[in-house]
């Protein structure tokens, strides 16, 4: 059994290292995650959402966020879904691609 609220903390502490490149700011601060959950077995889901629809390093973001997440101990997978961005249907299918192979490296791993 997996502490949730611990590793819910752990997430975000990990994920207030991404900076945005344009702004300097951490994704945490410029709230970018949405909707963070952490179930019983270590999988993470969330939404990430792009400072602006047009958002240039949108994708490039989202792969940092991915990575960083894939670090924390106890995480065992994860879900991301991209709202607002002009590209969302484009990106959310590249990374879907990313996260199952993200996810079946955590299998693997453990």
Known sequence: MVDTDALKKLVIDQLSQV????????????????????DSTGKVT??????????PIAAPLALSIINVINE?????????KVVDFI????LNEVLKTVLIEKNQ???EGS
């Open 72 to 80: 924390v101990p106890g995480v065992t997978g994860q879900d991301m």
């Open 87 to 90: 590209q969302a249907k484009e």
């Open 46 to 55: 969330y939404v990430f959402r792009p400072s602006s629809p047009l958002c």
């Open 19 to 38: 900076i945005d490149p344009e702004t300097g700011t951490d994704i945490i601060r410029m709230r970018l995650i949405k909707d963070l959950a952490v």
């Open 105 to 107: 490296g955590k299998e």
